[in-house]
């Protein structure tokens, strides 16, 4: 199966700084369609998960666009321009293909 | 609104049941495959099981090695989780979730605790 690994695992930042995830896969995320599906999630302490961004770089509804989303093959990156408070909690990317595997999860907490 | 119940969580002796029930609204549920997803206390999530929308097709993880039973009843718009056989290593809050791959909707409850002890 596919392992799917975070770096950092921890992640703290300046409010209003830049930040930084990244996400490898151990094998190709390019889906037989041609496509690659690679979904970056955000769970706030005592919440459930909320995907910010779905197929390497797509933006759900309502994620503010200073999250984004970069990569191909097996390297993926996410990035956040300028954190702000609400954007502490843990980061996890995901392959939703079968099976799903999740990261490990990288917790952002502000210095 | 979207939303997505969960029910059915409580305390389990080890090799006891459960069965966890999710009720579905404000979307169309018998068009989304949908999972099961845990998440131990203070870890990680891991994937558990998931059932395509007509329930022809069901999966689970290596971990569950028959134990768990997914189903689904569309005219309820409910997911069902049976879990048989509960290990203390089972003990976690389980989330209920479409798991989208593309730009239809990725839907999550709120999850229901299962703690296994004796």
């Not at chain 1, 094998?27 to 979904?39: A, I, R």
């Not at chain 1, 998960?49 to 503010?64: A, H, N, Q, T, W």
Request: a neutral charge; hydrophobic letters at 35%; one cysteine or more.
């Amino acid at each position: 199966d596919v392992v799917m690994t975070q770096s950092p695992l921890s992640l703290p930042v300046t409010l209003g700084q830049p930040a930084s995830i990244s996400c490898r896969s151990s094998q190709s995320l390019v889906h037989n369609d041609g496509n690659t599906y690679l979904n970056w999630l955000h769970q706030r302490p005592g919440q459930s998960p909320r995907r910010l961004i779905y197929e390497v770089s797509k933006r759900d509804s309502g994620v503010p666009d200073r999250f984004s989303g970069s990569g191909s093959g097996t390297h993926f990156t996410l990035k956040i321009n300028r954190v702000e408070a609400e954007d502490v909690g843990v980061y996890y990317c995901m392959k939703p293909t079968h099976p799903s595997t999740f990261g490990q999860g990288t917790k952002l907490e502000i210095k | 609104e979207v939303q997505l119940v969960e029910s059915g969580g409580g305390s389990a002796q080890p090799g006891g049941s459960l069965r966890l029930s999710c009720v579905a609204s404000g979307f169309t549920f018998s068009s989304y495959w949908m999972h099961w997803v845990r998440q131990a206390p203070g870890k990680g999530l891991v994937w558990v099981s998931g059932i395509r929308n007509d329930g022809s097709d069901i999966r689970y993880a290596d971990f569950v090695e028959g134990r768990f039973t997914i189903s689904r009843d569309n005219a309820k718009n409910t997911l069902y989780l049976r879990m048989n056989s509960l290990r203390a290593e089972d003990a976690a809050v389980y989330f209920c979730a479409t798991l989208a791959v593309a730009d239809t909707g990725d839907y999550w409850g709120q999850g229901t605790l299962v703690t296994v002890s004796s």
